[in-house]
């Protein structure tokens, strides 16, 4: 039993988010962080948990072209440079069982009909794969500073993704 966290990241916010969402779910199970160029298409049957997570781009999920616009926004190179959630989701199935899923974001702040939502996208995508989705999307707020300078992510956000990793695991559904 254990979780697996797949996450896609421009400057290295989504990184650092799916990583202390990680670190929530440990408090209960194994878990591992990995960016979605290293994840298996097949979800094996030994994860019990699948969360997937990226930065929303044009109110939505990333696209080969939206990743090239933030390549040039940033002199250093970026965290999933060869693809993305939006494409590893058209490609990612689980082996045995709807394995349970659940989806997150970083987006700007702001409502959501003004700055859209990737985790809505994913969510989608993991409903289409075959995936059980046990919780609603989540977002988690970066600042409108120029990237990649480290504090992007608002105060508090690395601990409100670290708690939403324990309530997710928390409320995982027994497997079925």
Same mark, same amino acid.
């Given at each position: 039993?254990?979780?697996?966290?797949?996450?896609?990241?421009?400057?290295?916010?989504?990184? &650092? !988010?799916?990583?202390?969402?990680?670190?929530?779910?440990?408090?209960?199970?194994?878990?591992?962080?990995?960016? /979605?160029?290293?994840?298996?298409?097949?979800?094996?049957?030994?994860?019990?948990?699948? /969360?997937?997570?990226?930065? #929303? =781009?044009? =109110?939505?999920?990333?696209?080969?072209?939206?990743?090239?616009?933030? %390549?040039? &926004? @940033?002199?250093?190179?970026? +965290?999933s440079q060869r693809f993305?959630?939006?494409?590893?989701?058209?490609?990612? =199935? $689980?082996?045995?069982?709807? /394995?349970?899923?659940?989806?997150?974001? #970083?987006? +700007?702040?702001?409502? +959501? !009909?003004?700055?859209?939502?990737?985790?809505?996208?994913? @969510?989608?995508?993991?409903?289409? %794969?075959?995936? *059980?989705?046990?919780?609603?999307? =989540?977002?988690?707020?970066?600042?409108?500073? #120029?990237? $990649?300078?480290?504090?992007a992510l608002l105060d508090?956000?690395?601990?409100? %993704? *670290?708690?939403?990793?324990? @309530?997710? /695991?928390?409320?995982?559904?027994?497997?079925?």
């Amino acid at each position: 039993m254990r979780a697996l966290v797949v996450y896609e990241s421009m400057f290295g916010n989504t990184k &650092r !988010i799916a990583l202390a969402i990680a670190g929530g779910i440990e408090t209960r199970m194994p878990a591992q962080a990995i960016e /979605v160029a290293d994840a298996v298409e097949e979800i094996p049957d030994d994860v019990d948990l699948l /969360v997937v997570g990226g930065p #929303t =781009h044009v =109110h939505g999920m990333s696209s080969t072209k939206t990743r090239a616009t933030a %390549a040039e &926004r @940033t002199s250093q190179p970026l +965290v999933s440079q060869r693809f993305g959630i939006r494409e590893w989701l058209d490609r990612a =199935h $689980p082996a045995l069982y709807e /394995v349970p899923a659940a989806a997150f974001d #970083t987006r +700007v702040g702001g409502p +959501v !009909i003004l700055t859209g939502s990737a985790a809505k996208g994913f @969510t989608r995508g993991l409903r289409s %794969a075959g995936f *059980r989705v046990v919780e609603p999307p =989540h977002s988690f707020i970066v600042g409108s500073r #120029t990237p $990649p300078e480290d504090d992007a992510l608002l105060d508090g956000e690395l601990d409100r %993704a *670290r708690a939403w990793g324990e @309530t997710l /695991v928390a409320r995982m559904p027994a497997r079925v």
